[in-house]
């Protein structure tokens, strides 16, 4: 069978690898914390709500061929685990990617430092055709990743979501193309 070997990439100052069940506690800090979870379909998480998605990363895991790359984005210095960033591969060499870090880590430079390295990973390991990724209108934090990778904004999906808050909510949607990302001045 099939077998994909774990993750585990070095930025230069974190650690994108598989999750284990250790990482529950530093998991549920950013899991649980509100403002993290703003923007996100879920949470703030229960403990047990974490236990559950980490078990679920887990497992994952070992699915081959593995279409769910969901990492647990530990930072070097401190060994704490900050946030997790997932690549999801679609047929046609698609793939999408998304991201949460708590709040005490952002505006660090590592939402980017981390997304670069998946994005990287993607294009240039796996040989993705085209990468996307979705937000919330009002996340500029998320979109300002997207534009920074060099992601175009496609299109904003219009109500398509419910909001936190009750009612709708919109979400645009970006998208980058191998031959975009070749070009880059900092690609491989
Ligand atoms: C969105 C998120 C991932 C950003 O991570 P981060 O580590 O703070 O981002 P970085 O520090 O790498 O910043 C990358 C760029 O975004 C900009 N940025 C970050 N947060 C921003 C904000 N709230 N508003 C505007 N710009 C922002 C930074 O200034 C930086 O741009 P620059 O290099 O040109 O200055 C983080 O806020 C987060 O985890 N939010 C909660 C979960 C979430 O919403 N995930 C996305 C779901 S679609």
Redesign the pocket.
């Known amino acids: 069978m099939d077998q994909t070997p774990p993750y585990s990439l070095r930025t230069p100052r974190l650690l994108l690898r598989e999750f284990t069940p250790a990482d529950e506690d530093d998991v549920h800090v950013?899991a649980s914390?509100d403002?993290?979870?703003?923007?996100?379909d879920w949470g703030p998480n229960t403990r047990e709500q974490t236990r559950i998605f980490l078990g679920e990363e887990i497992e994952r895991a070992s699915v081959s061929p593995r279409v769910h790359v969901g990492l647990a984005v530990q930072h070097l210095e401190t060994g704490t685990v900050i946030?997790s960033i997932r690549l999801g591969l679609w047929p046609h060499r698609n793939a999408d990617i998304?991201?949460?870090?708590?709040?005490a880590?952002?505006?660090?430079?590592?939402?980017?430092?981390?997304?670069h390295a998946i994005t990287a990973h993607a294009f240039d390991a796996l040989g993705v055709h085209r990468l996307w990724?979705?937000?919330?209108t009002r996340?500029?934090?998320?979109?300002?990743?997207m534009?920074?990778l060099g992601m175009r904004r496609e299109g904003t999906l219009r109500r398509n979501q419910p909001a936190r808050d009750g009612g709708w909510r919109d979400t645009h949607v970006y998208g980058l193309l191998a031959q975009e990302w070749a070009s880059r001045a900092d690609a491989a």
């Open positions: 950013y914390d403002a993290t979870v703003r923007y996100m946030g998304g991201y949460s870090y708590g709040s880590w952002w505006r660090q430079g590592y939402g980017y430092e981390a997304a990724a979705t937000c919330d996340n500029a934090g998320s979109y300002a990743i534009e920074k």
